[in-house]
């Protein structure tokens, strides 16, 4: 093998370069981007960014890319067509051949018909929207939030760390219902007000109000929330357009096989991969930090020597903070869970989720010693009576 080409220069894309060079690989190897930035971490933009200083989020080698790891990096290079029998992808004129091929291009947030026309109406998924939601929030705008999913729900808690008024639309009853279940989604939206944001439920917005700044978000009822800021937290999408043409097969992400090969040749790793988990029986794509760490890792591994490729098993985790608190969840939201420690509307507590005899899955608040355990715990596959004792066992520990 001697050349090897990753697509897009994210953390997945990051993590992927590195663990080439780390497993021996000495050919050429080219990162293509489409910001004009070096990777950088995602996580910070909807926390600390927001109500600390604004320095660019940093993640660890992005710096000495080319120096220290020989890597051609084009940044600002969109690709736009890949040709997966001959081997090319294209971006911004160039033809750029490979061996191996690595997509990481992530995910772009969804928005609202509409939004692009006002000052004022942003989405949250990179840096330069997040220096233009902080600019925002420096002059004191009085933040709505459409979506109170976790970036959403983060961004509302950095608006009322600094002081301004801040409202969550949600038009499902209960927030976070597909991601925690409803009674944990009711007991997580209750941080909202009890830190004094408006978070409004089974609502419908039907547009924004505004010349050319935003002034509000019309609901369904006809009444408009004001706002001199609308972050839009309503998901994200793969990013697979330019892929259109390849033969690559795409649905909701790129689709791979257990060991994440899309075709001879081409691995995918992060936001846009979806593949067949092996040992949940689910057909997953996730959009969490630790995936995309760990996934193109294995994705490159796995390019690099296809004959010895395996399977990626691989517990979701995922973390989120709001108004100091940290929610964790690991393995897979089955059903509405059982808690096992504390009380919903306690500041800290354990619930567990059980699909048949297992436990496949754990959501904390404020529990950040015991996540990883239950991750273990998930991960060779224990009995529901396993999550139990070990709840136990912890809740004496914690005596
Ligand atoms: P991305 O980080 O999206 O990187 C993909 C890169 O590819 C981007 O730079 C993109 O511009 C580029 N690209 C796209 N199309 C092309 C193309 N055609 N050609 C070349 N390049 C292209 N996860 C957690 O677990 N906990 C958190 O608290 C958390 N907080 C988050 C907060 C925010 C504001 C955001 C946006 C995400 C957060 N996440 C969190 C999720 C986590 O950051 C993502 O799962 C992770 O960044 C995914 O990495 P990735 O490399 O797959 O995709």
Redesign the pocket.
């Known amino acids: 093998m001697e050349r090897v080409v990753v697509?897009?220069?994210?953390?997945?894309?990051?993590?992927a370069v590195q663990a080439a060079r780390k497993a021996g690989f000495a050919g050429r190897l080219t990162l293509?981007?489409?910001?004009p930035?070096l990777?950088y971490?995602?996580?910070?933009?909807?926390?600390e960014f927001l109500t600390g200083p604004p320095l660019t989020p940093t993640l660890g080698g992005a710096q000495g890319l080319a120096e220290d790891l020989g890597v051609e990096v084009l940044l600002g290079?969109?690709?736009?067509a890949l040709d997966t029998e001959a081997r090319v992808l294209s971006?911004e004129g160039r033809e750029v051949p490979y061996d191996a091929l690595v997509i990481?291009?992530?995910?772009?947030?969804r928005t609202l018909p509409g939004a692009a026309h006002l000052r004022g109406v942003h989405t949250?998924?990179?840096l330069d929207?997040?220096r233009a939601v902080r600019a925002r929030l420096d002059a004191g705008a009085r933040t709505v939030v459409v979506g109170a999913g976790?970036?959403g729900s983060?961004l509302a808690s950095a608006a009322r760390a600094r002081g301004l008024d801040a409202t969550v639309l949600e038009s499902l009853p209960t927030p976070l219902t597909r991601a925690v279940g409803a009674t944990a989604g009711a007991a997580l939206g209750a941080l909202h007000a009890r830190h004094g944001t408006d978070l409004c439920c089974a609502v419908t917005v039907t547009g924004l109000e505004g010349e050319t700044d935003v002034t509000g978000v019309r609901l369904s009822d006809g009444s408009v929330v004001a706002a001199d800021l609308v972050v839009v937290g309503i998901g994200?999408t793969p990013?697979t357009?330019?892929l259109a043409g390849s033969g690559l097969r795409v649905d909701d992400g790129v689709v791979c096989d257990a060991t994440l090969a899309g075709a001879p040749g081409v691995w995918a790793?992060?936001?846009?991969?979806r593949w067949p988990h092996p040992d949940l029986g689910v057909s997953m794509r996730?959009?969490?930090?630790?995936?995309?760490?760990e996934q193109?890792g294995h994705a490159m591994r796995n390019a690099l020597d296809p004959g010895a490729a395996q399977p990626y098993r691989h517990v979701p985790?995922?973390?989120?903070?709001w108004y100091g608190d940290r929610i964790q969840f690991v393995g897979v939201p089955h059903g509405e869970p059982a808690l096992v420690a504390g009380a919903w509307d306690e500041p800290c507590f354990v619930a567990l989720y059980r699909r048949d005899a297992r436990v496949v899955g754990a959501l904390t608040l404020n529990r950040r010693a015991d996540i990883m355990k239950y991750r273990a715990l998930i991960a060779r596959g224990a009995s529901w009576q396993d999550g139990l004792d070990l709840a136990e066992r912890r809740r004496v520990q914690a005596v």
């Open positions: 697509a897009g220069a994210g953390l997945a894309g990051l993590r293509v981007g489409a910001e930035h990777p971490d995602r996580p910070p933009l909807s926390k290079t969109p690709a736009s971006a990481a291009t992530g995910a772009l947030a949250l998924r990179t929207d997040a976790f970036i983060e994200a990013a357009g330019w790793a992060g936001d846009v991969a996730l959009e969490h930090w630790t995936n995309a760490s193109a985790y995922f973390w989120s903070d």
